[in-house]
Structures are given as C-alpha cells and as structure tokens.
C-alpha cells in the first residue's frame, strides 16, 4: 500500500543549528514529493516540491530537500535554524500524478530554543 | 491575490444540525479538494473534484457531502454532525496551469461538535 513516513514526531534543535526532517515513501515508481509547513493557527505553505530532475531542491525560507530513489526518501534540510522556523512539518506525496490527491505524513513539531 | 478562502474559520455546533463549510479559490483552478487533519493522523482527504459537477471520495468520506456547481466553490456538507467530525478542515485547489500538480491550501476551519 501506498504510504508517507515521516518517523520523527517531534524534534527540537537550538537556533542556528542545522536541521535535518525524515520523510519516507512506499511506492514502487517516483511520485511528486512536497514538503508544507504549518505555523500554529495557520493554514499549510508550501515550502518545496519534486517532480522530475535534479534530486536536490530549493524550497522558500532557505529550505531544502533531496531526493534519493534507492532510500525512497525526501528529506528536508536546512543550515541554520531560525526561532521563527518553531512549527509541524508535513511531508506530502501526489501517487496519482494527477493532483487529485495528496497523501500526508504525520507531521514533525520542530521546537527551536534559543 | 492568488487564494483560497474557507468560511467560517471556526464553528461550534451541536450533534445533527446540519453545517455547510464554503470554499472558493480564485485561479480557476480545475482540481479541488477537502482533508481533515487530526492529531497524529496528518491531513486526510474527504472528497476531491477535478472539475465542475465531478466529484470523487478521498480515503475518510463517510458522514460528508460536497457539490461542484461553479469551478470557483466547493462546499463541505455535513447533514448530520457527530462529535468525531470535530477536526480541522481545509480545502485545497491545484491547476493545470504553471503551477500544475501543485495544490494550494486554505486556511483552515476548526470545527468542533458537542
């Protein structure tokens, strides 16, 4: 079955260090990878997405993300944490190829402390 | 501005007195879609249309209505509210524009059901 994983509910890091979130997929073909961050009492923003080409993307906010086929894995990186970066995280998958459907992860809370 | 908007952002109600929750976005988008998020279950979608007047279940549809009259609106029914549909609700629109395969949220509507 198709399935999104993201193995790490909660994560806190000291500001400026760097940041790493998991995200694993099962599928046996490349489907459309996203990453979305929901500040509390906010909606979801779209910080990165994979398609198709170079493995590694660069999302808003100096986020990033790499894509590795044989890990089924995308994760989300970033050099230097910001206090401001304090939210959930949520990796998201497209299986259809068509924009019909997003399959979500649980989500990681990222705590910052200063 | 490129948005989808939800109305209304929050809601108190009672079990069986039926609600609608309105969703519109404003890029013409064809694909439109509802999820639910709840705690340590991520978002999962209720219903999605990929255009006017066709609409399919997502993965949690049961107790949930949606119609696609117009390309720009698509409402949430509950005919019946019960507590377990109290949850955080948001509505997603994507394109086959330049943004394709690319699903932009809404705000989110907090329901809760006494």
């Known amino acids: 079955a198709q399935s999104v994983t993201q193995p790490d509910i909660h994560i806190t890091v000291s500001e400026g260090a760097s940041l790493e979130l998991r995200c694993n997929y099962s599928?046996?073909?490349?489907?459309?990878l996203f990453w979305y961050v929901q500040s509390p009492g906010q909606g979801l923003q779209l910080l990165l997405k994979?398609?198709?080409?170079?493995?590694l993307v660069q999302g808003i906010k100096g986020f990033e993300a790499e894509f590795k086929r044989s890990q089924s894995s995308f994760n989300l990186r970033k050099p230097s944490v910001h206090w401001s970066d304090a939210a959930e995280y949520f990796c998201?998958?497209?299986?259809?190829?068509?924009?019909?459907?997003?399959?979500f992860g649980t989500g990681t809370r990222l705590q910052v402390t200063l | 501005e490129a948005q989808v908007t939800q109305n209304p952002r929050y809601l108190i109600t009672v079990t069986g007195k039926k609600l609608t929750v309105t969703c519109s976005q404003n890029?013409?988008?064809?694909?439109m879609s509802w999820y639910r998020q709840d705690p340590g279950l991520g978002l999962r979608q209720i219903y999605y249309?990929?255009?006017?007047?066709?609409?399919d279940k997502g993965d949690v549809p049961e107790g949930y209505k949606v119609s696609r009259k117009e390309k720009r609106n698509f409402p949430l029914i509950l005919e019946s509210p019960s507590p377990n549909q109290t949850s955080l609700y948001f509505c997603?629109?994507?394109?086959?524009?330049?943004?394709?395969?690319?699903?932009?949220f809404g705000p989110g509507t907090r329901l809760t059901v006494l």
């Open positions: 997603a629109s994507s394109g086959s524009g330049g943004d394709y395969l690319t699903q932009y």
């Open positions: 599928y046996g073909a490349t489907p459309y």
């Open positions: 994979y398609f198709s080409g170079d493995t």
């Open positions: 998201a998958v497209d299986f259809t190829g068509t924009a019909s459907k997003l399959t």
């Open positions: 890029m013409n988008h064809e694909y």
């Open positions: 249309s990929m255009n006017v007047e066709v609409t």
